[in-house]
């Protein structure tokens, strides 16, 4: 049945992708931009790993940056016990592969070639990798069957898998038993992902649960965040401090007037906004909207600030530090495709709020639970919560009491990840 799926795979859906691609790639900027860097892809590979032919090599590949950013603790700790081995670095989107350029412990970063059995034969030839880890879920056929066929070992990290996953229709199901049993072995974040993985029958793979490497990496950017002074006490200083991180559109259409009603309250309110997307387009709008309703001023022009109520960031990379300023924190696209990371602003010890586009985040249902985190479904609820959390200080500390001790409790998954997959070299 492996041999039938492959045919299906390559002869159907491969150019059916490439033909989606290209046509999208007239049409979307960064499908376009995704494109172009991948030209003479394999001619930069084989002159970037020529330093590298001697040594053993691990190759991490994620989707994107936030994928990524589960990735750097495990590298962190093979980098510093196992120096002599090299990092190869892959991502299938641009925005993680240019965010990542400047990243120091990788040895080789490049974007991964379009699945085909061509490309993942050729790819994997240049390489040459020890092992391959696959971040999260971002698992791509050919590369996987090639990986199997050269018996070099492939492990799937920080493996979520929920209950309901469109995975589990049956004969997309029947697609993944054949993909996943060509893994060396799976480590889950939970115990339920364990359970959720082993309902396909993967019989002859290692499911091990180890945890959830972003934990890890919320406590290492927030140790290092301790050092970086981004905006001075005297603006924060006796100031209630809302910190809205990853923020869409639609996250705002309720912010913004909740915003309004509690300055009515609180003058001293002061609102840290970091779109998720700081593009001049994004930022003009946010401005018109907040126009003669809340003043405003971007973070590249702080030196002139005069008591601005909105501070809006127009730059990407400062998210993580930004939320040890804030009392409370709201975690934008809950109101889209789903809430980014709530577990950067837990590490400091505050109540989080986030959108109802939750159900797949774990962390979100267990801070819930827990009393620390917030579901929001308008305007009222913001407005009703950041209230309560301004004027009951108590019981704003007991919330950020719990939201830091749950991260601490969940620290080590990076130690446990590392004795699995060291052994494989």
Same mark, same amino acid.
């Given at each position: 049945m492996l041999v039938v799926w492959k045919i299906f795979y390559n002869i159907l859906f491969v150019p059916l992708f490439w033909f989606v691609l290209l046509f999208l790639s007239f049409i979307n900027k960064k499908i376009s931009k995704g494109a172009k860097g991948r030209k003479n892809l394999f001619k930069k590979l084989e002159e970037q790993v020529i330093p590298l032919s001697k040594n053993k090599k691990i190759w991490f590949h994620s989707a994107s940056m936030g994928e990524f950013?589960?990735?750097?603790?495990?590298?962190?700790?093979?980098?510093? $016990?196992? =120096?002599? !081995? &090299?990092?190869?670095?892959?991502?299938?989107?641009?925005?993680?592969? *240019?965010?990542?350029?400047?990243?120091?412990?990788?040895?080789?970063i490049t974007y991964l070639p379009f699945d085909s059995f061509f490309n993942a034969s050729k790819f994997l030839d240049i390489i040459k990798p020890n092992l391959a880890v696959f971040m999260r879920y971002d698992i791509w056929p050919n590369f996987i069957w090639q990986l199997k066929r050269k018996e070099i070992p492939c492990v799937l990290v920080d493996a979520t898998m929920s209950k309901n996953s469109s995975r $589990?229709? =049956?004969? !997309? &199901?029947?697609?993944?038993?054949?993909?996943?049993?060509?893994?060396? *072995?799976?480590?889950?974040?939970?115990?339920?992902?364990?359970?959720?993985?082993?309902?396909?029958?993967?019989t002859n793979i290692n499911i091990q649960v180890v945890g959830d490497t972003r934990y890890d990496q919320v406590y290492n950017r927030s140790i290092n965040a301790k050092n970086k002074n981004l905006i001075s006490q005297k603006i924060t200083e006796?100031?209630?401090?809302?910190?809205?991180?990853?923020?869409?559109?639609?996250?705002?259409?309720?912010?913004? =007037?909740?915003?309004?009603?509690?300055?009515?309250?609180?003058?001293?309110?002061?609102?840290?906004?970091?779109?998720?997307?700081?593009?001049?387009?994004?930022?003009?709008?946010?401005?018109?909207?907040?126009?003669?309703?809340?003043?405003?001023i971007r973070f590249s022009n702080i030196d002139n600030y005069k008591n601005e109520n909105i501070?809006?960031?127009?730059?990407?990379?400062?998210?993580?530090?930004?939320?040890?300023y804030g009392q409370v924190a709201y975690v934008g696209g809950g109101f889209g495709d789903g809430i980014h990371?709530?577990?950067?602003?837990?590490?400091?010890?505050?109540?989080?709020?986030?959108?109802?586009?939750?159900?797949?985040?774990?962390?979100?249902?267990?801070?819930?639970?827990?009393?620390?985190?917030?579901?929001?479904?308008?305007?009222?609820?913001?407005?009703?919560?950041?209230?309560?959390?301004?004027?009951?200080?108590?019981?704003?500390s007991e919330a950020g009491k719990i939201a830091y001790k749950h991260v601490m409790d969940n620290i080590g998954a990076s130690e446990n990840i590392i004795k699995e997959i060291m052994s494989y070299l």
């Amino acid at each position: 049945m492996l041999v039938v799926w492959k045919i299906f795979y390559n002869i159907l859906f491969v150019p059916l992708f490439w033909f989606v691609l290209l046509f999208l790639s007239f049409i979307n900027k960064k499908i376009s931009k995704g494109a172009k860097g991948r030209k003479n892809l394999f001619k930069k590979l084989e002159e970037q790993v020529i330093p590298l032919s001697k040594n053993k090599k691990i190759w991490f590949h994620s989707a994107s940056m936030g994928e990524f950013e589960q990735a750097k603790p495990i590298i962190s700790i093979i980098k510093e $016990k196992y =120096p002599e !081995i &090299k990092i190869v670095v892959s991502f299938f989107s641009p925005s993680g592969y *240019e965010n990542s350029l400047k990243y120091e412990l990788a040895n080789l970063i490049t974007y991964l070639p379009f699945d085909s059995f061509f490309n993942a034969s050729k790819f994997l030839d240049i390489i040459k990798p020890n092992l391959a880890v696959f971040m999260r879920y971002d698992i791509w056929p050919n590369f996987i069957w090639q990986l199997k066929r050269k018996e070099i070992p492939c492990v799937l990290v920080d493996a979520t898998m929920s209950k309901n996953s469109s995975r $589990k229709i =049956p004969l !997309i &199901k029947n697609f993944h038993h054949y993909l996943f049993s060509c893994f060396s *072995e799976i480590l889950t974040v939970s115990k339920q992902d364990s359970i959720n993985f082993q309902n396909f029958n993967l019989t002859n793979i290692n499911i091990q649960v180890v945890g959830d490497t972003r934990y890890d990496q919320v406590y290492n950017r927030s140790i290092n965040a301790k050092n970086k002074n981004l905006i001075s006490q005297k603006i924060t200083e006796h100031k209630k401090i809302v910190v809205v991180g990853s923020c869409w559109k639609k996250d705002e259409e309720i912010l913004f =007037p909740a915003f309004v009603r509690l300055l009515e309250h609180y003058n001293n309110l002061l609102v840290i906004l970091a779109p998720h997307e700081p593009t001049e387009k994004n930022l003009e709008e946010i401005e018109l909207e907040l126009k003669n309703k809340i003043s405003s001023i971007r973070f590249s022009n702080i030196d002139n600030y005069k008591n601005e109520n909105i501070i809006i960031i127009d730059c990407v990379g400062l998210l993580v530090t930004l939320y040890s300023y804030g009392q409370v924190a709201y975690v934008g696209g809950g109101f889209g495709d789903g809430i980014h990371n709530i577990l950067e602003p837990a590490i400091y010890g505050i109540p989080i709020m986030f959108g109802p586009k939750n159900k797949n985040a774990q962390e979100a249902s267990e801070l819930k639970r827990l009393g620390c985190g917030f579901e929001i479904m308008n305007e009222n609820d913001i407005y009703n919560n950041i209230f309560h959390f301004f004027s009951n200080e108590q019981s704003r500390s007991e919330a950020g009491k719990i939201a830091y001790k749950h991260v601490m409790d969940n620290i080590g998954a990076s130690e446990n990840i590392i004795k699995e997959i060291m052994s494989y070299l």
